[in-house]
């Protein structure tokens, strides 16, 4: 693997475009936030591309190539490692280019290395799924002797008719099973899970859409926590802007008398491109020859 070109955010995000050895490009990241133990988050990608074709995107606009192997996955990490300042440990997070549960197999090889013989320096590992039901259990039993491991789902959409539009690739998982997938899986587990929600301008910011998504979560009995996050554009053409601070903020309040457990999150590497795959769509726009 190799790096072709980086870029740095001013808060100290650093992204990596990464020509694999097989001539295709992935990006690998890695944020440091400042209140967690430990601060290195390496966000890693499991696919080249993405099948998923999320409108709000940059790799679900440019299609799907092939998934990454497990020792590809645990390279990106390796290469992270080493580009870091101190070499104390970190955090993963399959955040990255792809949908971690269609490379399922590898996904869970890397994580069961990274728990076993990483693990002096891993110290927690995260994940970002669209929410397969079947695999939300199958990942709680086939993790559930590892420790340290976060399940989140994408849900951004309260309803199944705006989620299979803005994210097409959930055309086959109604909401409603994806939920109670996830309620087995804290059953399973005993654990916590995580919904992350992007804030879109006029699409899903309503007092309906906060009422629509109480109603959904509030099945899970506090066992989860909702992530509301504003939109980072992407420059690929498509007609989503993201919310105001302000109308975040009253988004936040509703949920919270609606009995959500919310919390705002602040997007990192906005302006270096921070979308998942926009360095990957940008280079193959820019036809610029590396070699
Ligand atoms: S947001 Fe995630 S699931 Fe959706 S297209 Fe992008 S990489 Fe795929």
Redesign the pocket.
């Known amino acids: 693997m190799k790096i072709i070109k980086n870029l740095i955010s001013i808060d100290k995000t650093e992204k990596y475009l990464i020509r694999t050895n097989w001539g295709d490009y992935i990006e690998s990241a890695y944020i440091i936030v400042p209140y967690l133990r430990p601060q290195y988050v390496f966000c890693i990608s499991t696919q080249v591309g ?1 099948r ?3 409108k709000f ?1 940059a ?2 606009s440019s299609g799907f190539v092939r998934n990454l192997k497990f020792d590809e996955m645990l390279s990106e990490v390796e290469l992270l490692y080493s580009l870091i300042h101190s070499k104390n440990s970190f955090r993963v997070a399959f955040m990255g ?3 971690p549960f269609h490379n399922y197999l590898n996904l869970v090889k890397t994580i069961k290395i990274l728990s076993g013989s990483f693990s002096n320096v891993c110290k927690r590992i995260s994940l970002s799924s ?1 929410g397969i039901p079947r695999l939300i259990t199958k990942f709680g039993e086939d993790t559930l002797d590892l420790p340290g491991i976060n399940l989140q789902i ?1 849900i951004n959409f309260c309803t199944d008719e705006k989620r299979r539009y803005y ?1 097409p ?1 959930t055309c086959k998982y109604s909401l409603i099973k994806t939920i109670e997938a996830c309620q087995k899986y804290i059953l399973i587990t005993k654990k916590r899970i995580y919904f992350t929600y992007l804030l879109f301008d006029g699409i899903n910011d309503s007092f309906h859409d906060a009422q629509n998504l109480a109603k959904i979560l509030n099945i899970l009995d506090n066992n989860y926590i909702l992530k509301v996050s504003i939109y980072n554009p992407i420059s690929q053409s498509n007609d989503l802007s993201p919310a105001s601070v302000h109308k975040a903020l009253w988004f936040k309040e509703l949920l919270e008398k609606f009995g959500i457990n919310v919390e705002i999150f602040q997007s990192m590497g906005k302006d270096i491109s921070g979308g ?2 926009q360095m990957r769509v940008y280079h193959e726009i820019s036809k610029i020859s590396f070699k």
Request: some cysteine.
């Open positions: 993405c998923v074709g999320c995107c790799s679900g280019v792809g949908e669209i994408s994210m690739g998942c795959g």
